[in-house]
């Protein structure tokens, strides 16, 4: 109590981050912006968004007047993150939790988006494309264990427990070709099922890369099995996060950083739209 007016302290750890972001931070955008028409996996929605009330069709008394939009999207659309309740194997989400059980009434209630949690950690960016020395891996071509091995080594950033891994292919640069960047008769480029136990092995809390399924898909292939899902989400209980766009990072030589993302909590949902980025110093 000073002068009658109670004051406090602010914790030293808080006075830290305080600190080091008066000091001069930036971000970099990791994601897509929404826009209608966007690419977007066969398997969901696509988003669509217009204006349902224009300035100037409903104006005040003294002259004002609002605009605003009704949006239709998938949770799995654009930039996005999967829920521990996107995939099952045998009938049995993570954690042996029965997946018939948890998805009745419209909504799961094992394992919802809304417990996705809001992630501010380590960040380390895996670019497996310059590792290749090109710009974008061939569709269709198989991330591997090896592969991040080594673009671990090329980053000096080895990942660890709690961290979130991004894997660069250079395949968002289609993204403004749907054709293209599906990939259906190509092949996407993605990260193989001993990959997805090499993320893993390393206690991981999420893994993303700038691809439709994050997976490899073989060229004609689809979605017909995706076993890298499996890996993570059931077995391990890693969060996926999909169509990131990891150029302007890479061009940045990017290669650790603050990583800052906030899910939407969307109850008993299996996955949710989010605006991740890197933070680093400015």
Do not use: C, K
Not at 84 to 110: F, I, K, M, P
Not at 224 to 252: C, F, S, W
């Amino acid at each position: 109590m000073t002068n009658g007016r109670t004051t406090t302290s602010t914790h030293p750890t808080t006075a830290a981050l305080l600190a080091a972001v008066a000091g001069g931070v930036r971000t970099v955008e990791l994601g897509h912006p929404l826009v209608t028409g966007m690419s977007t996996s066969p398997n969901h929605p696509g988003f669509r968004m217009t204006l349902i009330r224009r300035h100037g069709d409903v104006v005040r008394p003294d002259g004002g007047s609002a605009s605003n939009e009704i949006i239709v999207t998938g949770g799995h659309v654009g930039t996005h993150i999967d829920a521990l309740s996107h995939v099952s194997q045998d009938g049995r989400l993570h954690g042996d939790v029965d997946a018939e059980a948890a998805q009745r009434g419209g909504q799961h209630t094992e394992h919802g988006a809304e417990r996705i949690p809001a992630m501010i950690t380590r960040g380390v960016l895996l670019d497996v494309a310059a590792t290749h020395g090109v710009e974008v891996l061939d569709g269709g071509h198989p991330v591997t264990a090896a592969d991040l091995t080594a673009a671990a080594q090329r980053a000096g950033a080895e990942p660890g427990r709690g961290d979130v891994v991004l894997v660069r292919t250079g395949w968002a640069r289609y993204f403004a070709d749907p054709t293209v960047y599906v990939g259906h008769d190509s092949g996407v480029p993605g990260v193989t099922e001993d990959a997805a136990r090499w993320l893993a092995d390393r206690g991981v809390v999420a893994a993303g890369a700038d691809t439709t399924a994050f997976e490899h898909i073989a060229p004609g292939a689809g979605h017909r099995v995706l076993p890298v899902h499996r890996v993570l989400l059931v077995e391990n209980g890693i969060h996926i996060i999909e169509h990131l766009n990891l150029e302007d990072a890479a061009e940045q030589g990017l290669t650790e950083f603050l990583f800052v993302l906030a899910p939407l909590r969307i109850v008993g949902g299996t996955g949710s739209p989010v605006r991740p980025v890197a933070v680093v110093g400015a």
